[in-house]
């Protein structure tokens, strides 16, 4: 049978013929053969140690790419832990596929080795789940599976590949015939733009406006939004405001970022438009009192779901790149611009220089122990004296995050990554390896919370595997939120000796972890060796863990979201 191939082999020559270059996931029974058929045919495989880890993967490379991340997975066991990363690229509006290796059909109902009803797990965090019953559907699932993931709003899809079916042959001429046909019938959705009667309708809206505002979010920086961005908010000088990970669409230093005037650009403007970014939590729901109660939106989506359950004053269905490039043609006919001594913009920029000089003045103190704030501000200066391209920068944890979306600057595209619209911890080092791996000409620097380092610690030992310039600051504050905030009162019950439910153990040497494999740690408590640290970890370029000691009790619970918890 030497002109035959069994399913993995035909899985993997599916992938690799319709555009997958890397998959990421945990190689075990039924799946190690299609992880090496794989390899063999030209697809960089990331292994990691738990499928977590790698489902974050999947999903921030599809986020910075474009094209599905992939998440290979076991059975059973493998396919529930791979849905936190499904689950997080569904909740994220970002391309991914889980795959995974399912028990023998036949053994179905009789507690076969691993064995659940997959297709029905992964229902809430899927769009599209199919499973391949016979060798000859490989293909077809394989190209069904690449497509729903980016087609209309992007999101999680699921392929099963039972054992069974891994293991049928098929002779390399019936392999190549049906892959010939998937590929030929393979359709491509045009990107979508609304009307021109609408678009006309969105800039008489925003000429009229008094107290424009644009917002933007991740959905604008997936569509690669940025050029039509730049000159929208450069042709009409509307202020503008980022979402966390739209930050460096348009550089956080242009003179029209208002994200240090938020609470006023939000609480005052009569329009905003907003690109690629949901009326969500994030955003307050659009709703007063953080907004003004009259404002009127104008909603640019991919999703006409999305619009619809917005209400909003104007939705835009569309691509985010396709609508701002047909409302800059719209403008270019009868220019409007506010002008810097426009009472708004006057307003605005008032407020930003206010609260920036007042967040300088507290990062200009050199506190130790440590603040987070003066470590930030080292960070911050270290991130921007790598120049271009900018390091990718990842960051998680209730404080180290907070206070690193208003000191940290971002001055490109698609340089930050950090809990999301699902607020998910764990994120850390499975999107260091997926930006490193998606982007080889940047640095990626993660800067996070212990806790949520701890989540995905053990990968410090993929990034030493496969070399990736990855450097791990870790605010280490011994706890969740820091040490033990409890009040005396709440000290009580037969296990009062017990630490906290937030503490950890004091002091702990998380550099040492890295070193364990061959990476680089060092321990700092100081600025001169916070820098020292940086500025030799950063031109190295290898894998390194910042072990950075914080004050226990610097920071608050839960970061800005105490009212949660």
């Known amino acids: 049978m030497a002109d035959c191939l069994d399913g993995n082999v035909l899985a993997a020559k599916s992938f690799a013929r ?24 030209g697809i960089r495989f990331i ?6 880890s790698a489902g974050y993967a999947a999903s921030a490379y599809g986020y910075l790419t474009g094209r599905p991340g992939l998440l290979l997975t076991v059975s059973g066991p493998g396919c529930v832990h791979g849905l936190a990363g499904l689950s997080n690229a569904m909740i994220n509006t970002w391309p991914m596929v889980m795959i995974s290796g399912s028990s023998d059909q036949k053994d179905s109902g009789r507690g076969d080795f691993q064995e659940l009803d997959q297709i029905e797990a992964v229902k809430p965090f899927s769009k599209f789940s199919v499973k391949a019953k016979d060798i000859k559907e490989i293909p077809d699932c394989v190209a069904r599976v690449l497509d729903h993931a980016v087609s209309g709003r992007p999101g999680g899809c699921y392929l099963d590949l039972p054992t069974d079916v891994l293991h049928q042959m098929i002779t390399e001429s019936e392999a190549e015939k049906l892959l010939t046909e998937v590929e030929k019938e393979r359709v491509f959705e045009a990107t979508k733009a609304p009307p021109s009667s609408e678009i006309a309708k969105a800039v008489s809206v925003l000429r009229k406006a008094e107290r424009p505002l644009i917002v933007f979010g991740k959905g604008a920086a997936y569509a690669r939004a940025e050029g039509e961005l730049k000159k929208l908010v450069e042709r009409t000088g509307i202020p503008f405001l980022p979402t966390p990970m739209g930050k460096g669409l348009v550089n956080d230093d242009h003179e029209l970022a208002a994200s240090a005037a938020r609470s006023l650009a939000i609480g005052k403007c009569d329009v905003a438009l907003v690109v690629g970014a949901r009326l969500n939590w994030l955003l307050h729901f659009g709703e007063s009192p953080k907004w003004d109660k009259d404002v009127k939106f104008i909603l640019v989506d991919v999703s006409e779901e999305e619009i619809k359950l917005r209400k909003p004053h104007l ?49 200009a103190k050199d506190v130790v122990p440590f603040n987070f704030l ?21 960051s998680e944890g209730a404080n180290t995050m907070d206070v690193g979306r208003s000191v940290l600057v971002q001055t490109e595209p698609r340089t930050r990554l950090d809990a999301g619209t699902w607020g998910t911890m764990g994120v850390g080092l499975g999107y260091c390896i997926a930006a490193a791996v998606a982007s080889p000409e940047r640095l990626v620097v993660a800067v996070e919370g212990d806790s949520g380092f701890g989540f995905s610690a053990m990968e410090v030992e993929t ?61 700092v408590g100081t600025p001169d060796e916070l820098k020292s640290a940086l500025s030799e970890s950063f031109s190295a370029r290898k894998p390194a863990v910042i072990n950075v000691l914080i004050d226990p009790f610097a920071g608050a619970e839960s970061g800005r979201m105490q009212h949660k918890n």
């Open 463 to 523: 990034l030493v595997r496969y070399k990736l310039p990855v450097v791990v600051i870790v605010f280490n504050n011994g706890g969740v939120y820091g040490g033990d905030r409890r009040s005396p009162e709440e000290v009580s019950g037969p296990f009062k000796d017990d630490p906290a439910p937030t503490s950890f153990v004091p002091g702990a040497a998380y550099h040492t972890l890295i070193e364990a494999f061959g990476g680089k740690g060092y321990l």
């Open 315 to 363: 939705g835009l269905v569309g691509d985010a790149k396709k609508v701002l490039e047909m409302i800059n043609k719209e403008i270019k006919d009868d220019p409007f611009c506010l002008g810097k001594s426009h009472p708004w913009v006057e307003a605005i920029s008032k407020k930003v220089k206010d609260n920036v000089s007042k967040m300088e003045a507290q990062l």
């Open 47 to 52: 292994a990691f140690h738990n499928e977590q």
């Open 374 to 394: 003066t470590p930030m501000r080292i960070i911050r200066d270290a991130i921007l004296g790598v120049g271009s391209p900018a390091p990718v920068v990842v």
């Open 18 to 41: 319709f555009g997958v270059t890397h998959m990421f996931g945990v190689v075990g029974i039924p799946v190690t053969g299609l992880a090496n058929r794989a390899v063999q045919l």
